[in-house]
């Protein structure tokens, strides 16, 4: 992290994460706007109540906060630049060029914003703090007014940080981009439909050596595109995918269910085969092995929240093709398993998820529940859990360990509803991960 993104992130209390954990709700945007070198701006153009203003709107209902997340996504029919039209002061001041010479910029050496700051030297992690900040008070307010709880707040400020994300890193349409920045994307065609995923390969990857394979699936309302930015890049998968040698694909959702694309989490006999996600993903498998040279005992599913789903999901549907199945706040419909096959399981989810609670409720299987369905249907009992406490007790680590199959949860004390980040017991989750799945084979 370089020294501006440290002070960026150390103006009291401001970004959305800080919000999140607990600081004031009077927050001024006179305060938090900063330029790339991390000085405060001032002066800049604000509205009445003298915040910045991404969003024409007020927070006095949840949806509102869904109208957030789109601002903070802007337009993808506008190509690189998105729409700038809610953020155009922050950008102006961060970059301290008008808007009119970042427009031209970007369509003349075909940039996207993260290009612009490279363009001038600065790092464009240390835009999406900015932008990030600007967005704080729409949170806060929510909060404040009583909307959302600060728990949910956490969850709405985790979408609009991977909105932001894709409008920095946005990449436009893939043939004005060269074939170079489309290489890691793929096309299916399913039925009518053309299905599409992501893949990231290891630095290391070689043709004569079979490489693992992890699936990585997004949540409802969630696509491919940020959530590899966040889950891939920011919290550090690709890294470790580097350092392993294992492959990552991250497959996009189509079904639209209340304006949110969603994964279809079982073998429910869709009859539109451009629809049925269980195919999608065979055939998604039959596509990267055609590619890659993938070791077929090491292909393993993972997901956050419905994504984490549509991973359990396929523990039970896919003919045993997955050695290893997971996901972080998730949960899963136990009456859709419709196979015999016994995965290994790895879970990890937080007290305070308000999304897919931790005990349950509104229709959603408690995450013990899950748990228990697992050591069941893999064969495992109740005798075979170890339990283990790491950091003061703030995690709890359920290991159950059979000769064939292991099944192993880890509950954080307070945590919500995301792809945890923070350390266990010195090791990030994403380690965590892999350190199970590397030795797991069918």
Request: charged residues 25%; negative net charge; hydrophobic residues 40%.
């Amino acid at each position: 992290m370089n020294k501006s993104m440290k002070k960026s992130r150390g103006i009291a209390c401001l970004s959305l994460v800080a919000l999140l954990a607990g600081c004031s709700s009077e927050i001024n945007a006179a305060d938090i706007i900063t330029s790339a070198s991390g000085e405060v701006i001032t002066g800049l153009t604000a509205t009445a109540t003298g915040r910045i203003s991404p969003f024409d709107g007020v927070m006095d209902d949840p949806r509102d906060l869904e109208d957030l997340v789109t601002s903070a996504l802007g337009d993808g029919s506008l190509d690189l630049h998105r729409g700038h039209d809610e953020i155009g002061n922050v950008l102006e001041a961060f970059l301290g060029i008008s808007h009119d010479e970042m427009h031209a910029l970007m369509e003349q050496e075909n940039l996207n914003l993260a290009g612009v700051c490279e363009r001038f030297g600065f790092d464009p992690e240390n835009l999406l703090l900015t932008l990030e900040d600007s967005y704080t008070p729409w949170v806060s307010e929510a909060v404040t007014k009583g909307v959302v709880s600060k728990t949910d707040a956490e969850y709405w400020g985790t979408k609009i940080s991977e909105a932001l994300r894709v409008r920095v890193y946005w990449r436009g349409d893939p043939e004005k981009l060269g074939d170079s920045s489309a290489s890691d994307r793929r096309t299916i065609a399913q039925g009518d439909t053309v299905r599409e995923y992501l893949i990231h390969v290891p630095d290391a990857y070689q043709e004569d050596d079979p490489a693992p394979l992890i699936l990585n699936m997004h949540g409802a309302c969630g696509d491919a595109e940020s959530y590899r930015g966040v889950v891939g890049e920011k919290k550090g998968l690709h890294l470790l995918a580097d350092q392993h040698g294992f492959l990552v694909a991250y497959p996009q959702a189509v079904i639209k269910k209340d304006e949110c694309v969603v994964w279809q989490t079982g073998d429910t006999g869709e009859e539109d085969i451009a629809l049925d996600d269980v195919y999608f993903i065979q055939r998604l498998l039959d596509d990267i092995k055609s590619r890659y040279n993938i070791d077929e005992e090491q292909i393993f599913a993972l997901g956050y929240s419905n994504g984490g789903m549509m991973a359990f999901s396929l523990g039970c549907n896919s003919g045993g093709a997955f050695a290893a199945v997971g996901g972080m706040a998730t949960t899963m419909i136990p009456e859709r398993c419709n196979e015999d096959h016994t995965p290994s399981v790895i879970a990890f989810h937080g007290t305070r998820d308000s999304v897919l609670p931790y005990e349950g409720g509104q229709g959603w299987q408690a995450v013990p529940d899950v748990v228990d369905f697992w050591v069941e249907h893999n064969g495992l009992t109740a005798q075979d859990v170890i339990k283990t406490e790491f950091d003061g007790g703030a995690v709890r680590l359920d290991e159950y360990l059979g000769d064939h199959s292991a099944v192993v949860l880890y509950t954080l004390e307070g945590g919500g509803h995301e792809w945890f980040s923070q350390d266990i017991n010195g090791r990030s989750p994403n380690e965590i991960l892999w350190e199970f799945l590397e030795d797991i084979r069918l």
